[in-house]
């Protein structure tokens, strides 16, 4: 005899309640990188190389965006390593906060491409706990809250469609990614993947250029497993 799937044990939410409770955790991350001139020209993309002014070799400004979020009341936040690889200065804007702030890199792991930054977390603002393994559960609903494409604090909304996806992205080997239909572009890397219980189940990390409806979320066990390799703990 066939037995049901039990029931979530904590409430489920509504998705409006679950952006209106947790928007404010999630942060809008942008990178500032210094170039020296003289490797300008050696930059994948980059037409053209740099004009000659009197030969000095300036540094150039490369902006990169992505997202995080808050999972520690310390003022820690969870992102990609990959948003914020090579950074020379991190800026952390809140929501509903014109000044942004400068962020500290306290653990990196580049192989699980996740990182946590602390900055000086003003009271008040919520924070998201990461779900169990257990958490995970194809077909279940899930919320992605980011900064695509700049525009800040973007609500989309899917499935997971799948787990246990292996994918290769440059050198980095990534063998257990969920695979969301939520939508997932360019500045939504670093943020949260939240299932209706509230809690993150994965961090946003790869979109397929090539369809539409697939996108791909680092699982929260490697988040967890990262955390313990960069010993900051877990939180309560």
């Known amino acids: 005899m066939k037995t049901r799937p039990k029931a979530p044990g904590r409430s489920v939410y ?3 309640d679950v952006v209106e409770r947790y928007k404010g ?3 809008n991350i942008e990178v500032v990188q210094d170039i020296p001139r003289s ?4 930059i994948p993309g980059w037409p053209l190389p740099p004009p000659d002014e009197g030969g ?3 540094e150039l400004h490369q902006l990169n ?3 995080g979020f808050f999972f520690d009341r310390r003022g820690l936040i969870l992102t990609n390593e990959h948003v914020i690889h090579g950074a020379s200065r991190i800026l952390v804007r809140l929501l509903g906060r014109t000044r942004v702030v400068e962020a500290k890199v306290v653990g990196a792991h580049y192989e699980l491409d996740l990182a946590v930054l602390r900055v000086p977390k003003p009271p008040g603002l919520p924070i998201l706990q990461l779900a169990k393994k257990r958490d995970l559960r194809v077909g279940e609903w899930v919320v992605a809250i980011g900064n695509p494409l700049g525009l800040d604090h973007t609500v989309t909304v899917g499935v997971i469609s799948a787990k246990e996806r292996p994918m290769a992205i440059g050198d980095r080997k990534y063998p257990h990614l969920i695979q969301t ?3 997932i572009n360019r500045g939504n890397s ?3 993947l939240i299932n209706l219980r509230g809690k993150v189940v994965g961090i946003n990390t790869a979109v397929s250029q090539s369809s539409q409806g697939i996108g791909f979320a680092i699982a929260v ?3 967890r497993k990262a955390l313990r390799e960069m010993r900051l703990g877990l939180p309560e």
């Open 14 to 16: 509504r998705i409006a």
């Open 25 to 27: 955790a999630v942060v």
């Open 39 to 42: 490797a300008v020209s050696r």
């Open 56 to 58: 000095e070799d300036r």
């Open 65 to 67: 965006i992505g997202s």
């Open 181 to 183: 239909d939520a939508a």
């Open 190 to 192: 670093g943020g949260p």
């Open 221 to 223: 066990d490697v988040v």
